[in-house]
């Protein structure tokens, strides 16, 4: 299937973002307190690009939580439509973007132009904020452990916390998707 018709399948992301269960309250926290950064010449340049989105994701997923309201806010200043795909219903497009040609890892975000070209792919996370996730999985027992599934969850709880609050974090997605996207021509 073409990367027009996986858009044209896709919800709307304000659809999605209503019918959400698990973040819908952590998504709209980033959401209403992140303010993209005087960044009018990008802006500008990715406006005349005309580029839709698709993105492969999950409500329960912490990092969609945490990328989604930053690629949203970008969206609504240059004009890209968004468009969201669940991952676990969607595997054959999911397939097509592994993380290192194996993990199922999201959120994906798949740029297209007009004509339904793929022009970008970003995801599943900003490189600092992948940094931070290996730093705090190196503190988990063996996953053989008794003590691994509560301390796992711990992790996950810590994990939550430090994306809905920390700005730094924040900030950290937008330069990442900004590196990604400031080079298309």
Request: charge should be negative.
């Amino acid at each position: 299937m073409s990367l027009n018709n996986w858009f044209n399948k896709a919800i709307p992301h304000q659809e999605y973002i209503d019918t959400m269960e698990s973040h819908k309250e952590n998504l709209l926290h980033i959401y209403n307190r992140f303010t993209l950064p005087e960044d009018e010449e990008f802006f500008s340049t990715l406006t005349i690009q005309h580029l839709r989105v698709i993105v492969i994701t999950e409500d329960w997923c912490g990092d969609a939580m945490l990328n989604t309201p930053i690629l949203l806010h970008l969206a609504e200043k240059t004009n890209m439509e968004v468009r969201m795909i669940l991952r676990d219903q969607n595997l054959e497009l999911m397939d097509q973007y592994l993380t290192n040609g194996k993990s199922r890892s999201f959120p994906i975000f798949i740029f297209i132009d007009e004509s339904g070209n793929e022009v970008a792919k970003w995801g599943p996370r900003a490189e600092s904020v992948q940094q931070f996730v290996n730093t705090i999985r190196t503190e988990l027992p063996d996953k053989e452990a008794a003590e691994f599934k509560e301390k796992f969850n711990e992790m996950i709880q810590t994990m939550t916390q430090q994306f809905v609050s920390d700005e730094k974090i924040w900030n950290e997605v937008y330069k990442s998707l900004k590196n990604k996207l400031a080079n298309l021509s």
